[in-house]
């Protein structure tokens, strides 16, 4: 009789593990189809009028989880169909690849040219509907439908119309006035349900169950109970889960020598916010700006440039090849607020930028300041575990208050790459400098992927030599081309430079059209000097127009070479600097920079600084606004 109890207890047993294991899919499928059922079409609609930095979406950045990057991407023409993809989500879920897919398309997206009446504000570009209103949004909703279309539940019903087949991509600009959402296809989902078998009745309560270690490379389906029919259990010994591997090394403060040795800084700084030269997302202002002052200069320059005909229809320039990414958004990476915050604190004498803090060793903040070369970076650590280097561009800002000698090599670097065909020692310094960097973060256990470069300038020239020659991602703003090229320059890594319509920078380089003669030939995703990684280009197209007339000058006489140099310096102070930047970017600085200085008026990307990398290229790749180096 106890045998037969035994028996009956664990048929029971096996009938229980068998109904349950059939019924919990069976309810995770239906779930899964109720909770990923998307709403209706809403058509997208671009908000016009001015846009104040400071009206940015909730932010994208929520507690999440680092992973590791692997895998490959697919590429797919911009005008045909577009494959869907798996593994979209938040941008700590593990991803799945490492470097962009793109596939090159002839003609400057999004580059028709409006005129330019005054200093108007410009339009907020970007979608936004009643349901989702930043850029990260509607690149999830695209993946999600995407996923929907691509990968039906089995058996799949081919009556209808095949699940994806209507979908495509159509061509947008950056300033569309209206688009309609993409709707989803229908998802098949079969729920089957198994009929209970009548068992006699017992008494005798069945055993408990254990769990097992889920082995090294084993399904987490094979974590099941063992309660089978001839199997006994009872005297297997328990056995713990694994444990997560341990992470990086907290940041640690600075300590009280450091903390002692930045204090000059942080008092120049106080009184440079105070005088409204510096600033912080909290800092006040003055009542009185010199932003007046800063307009008229420039509006009083932009009459002499329409006297002197330069604002006329520009000649025909040659296309640039647009990308589209199609890789996955998912990858853990700092966001674009983040790199710009860093590299324009740069310029901020006893700033920190932003949520970040000092990557320390021994106490002291992890840094470099050559004054041979000219080299000037810092460390910082995102609240999410990533380090950034961020170089320092041409004059430091207001860092010549201790170090004015500074500037000397630095000018001495720019003009090596301009005009010669060689590196400066700057760039192998930062070289050098990010791999003291990568050596110590090893050792504090962060992983190589967690190692980002940025900066503006200059310093955005050191950041995109760094990761050409380490593979590291990261994001450079306002950086001309290089000298030292690559199969490729670098169109499918995840570095990224961002540029300003209007700003000279960018364009001294042969990969973008406009200030030829005076720089070498363009060339159509290369050339002498090309840039490496992808191209970002934010702002009002039109502000080239004085560019392109103007350079055409060059060379033709003393007077035509004087009117270029002109226009080149003038455009060179007006869009360059961080804070024009930040305001296309929709960032609000932190640190800022003589802030009134520049034109900060124009299109806004809206929810452009709250994007990783992956999210800025998926987003400027359906803007228009991503370009072949």
Known sequence: MKHGARVQTRIRERWTVGYVSALVPAAFVVAVAV???????????????????????????????????????????RSGTRPGRVGTGSRRTPATTSRPAVTEEPGLAGSSRRAVSGFAPGPVVGRWSERADTPLTRLRDRDRLRTVATKPAEP?????????AAETDPHRSPTRSAAAAPQPSSRPVVVTLVEPIDLPDVTTPAPPV??????????????????????????????????????????QPLSPVAELLELPARIVNTV??????????????????????????????????????????????????????????????PTVAQFLNASTAAYVLGSTPGDLVPFTVNGFQMSRTNLMTGTVAKTW?????QIIIAYQGTTGGSHLLFNPLIVIPQVIADLQVVFTGTTPAAFHDA????????????????????????????????????????????????????????????????????????????????????????????????GAKPH????????????????YNASALWGRSITGSAVFLAAFLM????????????????????????????TARGPVHAGYGELTIPQLLAAASEDGILFQP
């Open 381 to 385: 650590v995102t609240p999410e575990g």
């Open 571 to 598: 455009n060179f102070f007006q869009y360059h600097l961080p804070g024009v930047q930040a305001y296309h970017l929709d960032v609000t600085p932190d640190p800022g920079v003589v802030p009134f200085l520049g």
């Open 431 to 526: 070289l050098d400098f990010a791999e003291q960097v990568r050596a110590e973060a090893v050792r504090q256990g962060y992983s190589e992927d967690d190692i980002f470069v940025t900066g503006h300038s200059l310093g955005g020239w050191q950041a995109q030599f760094v990761a050409q020659q380490t593979g590291m991602a990261g994001v450079g703003f306002e950086a001309p081309g290089i000298n030292t090229t690559v199969p490729g320059n670098g169109a499918d890594s995840m570095f990224v430079n961002i540029g300003t319509y209007g700003s000279s920078a960018p364009y001294l380089a042969t990969d973008l059209p406009g200030l030829q003669p005076f720089m070498p030939p363009f060339v159509p995703g290369g």
């Open 156 to 164: 799949v019903d081919n009556t209808g119309p095949e699940p994806g």
């Open 210 to 251: 254990r769990k097992r270690a889920l082995a090294p490379g084993a399904h987490p389906d094979a974590l099941v109970p063992r309660a089978v029919l001839g199997s006994d259990t009872s005297d297997e010994p328990e056995v713990s889960e694994p444990s997560e591997a341990p992470g990086p090394t907290a940041p």
């Open 532 to 547: 490496y990684g992808p191209i970002v280009m934010v702002g009002d197209p039109a502000a080239m127009t004085p560019l």
């Open 35 to 77: 909770a990923g059922a998307p709403a209706p079409g809403i058509a997208w609609a671009d908000t016009g009028g001015s846009a104040s930095v400071s009206e940015t979406g909730d932010s994208l950045r929520g507690d999440t989880t680092r992973s590791a990057k692997s895998g490959e991407t697919t590429s797919v023409p």
């Open 272 to 333: 440079l916010e105070a005088l409204d030269l510096t600033s912080s997302a909290d800092s006040p202002t003055l009542p009185v700006s010199l932003a007046p002052v800063n307009d008229l200069i420039f509006g009083t320059y932009r009459e002499i440039e329409r006297l002197l005909g330069l604002w006329e229809t520009p000649p025909p320039q040659p296309a640039v090849p647009t990308m589209t990414y199609t890789g996955p958004i998912d990858q853990p990476t």
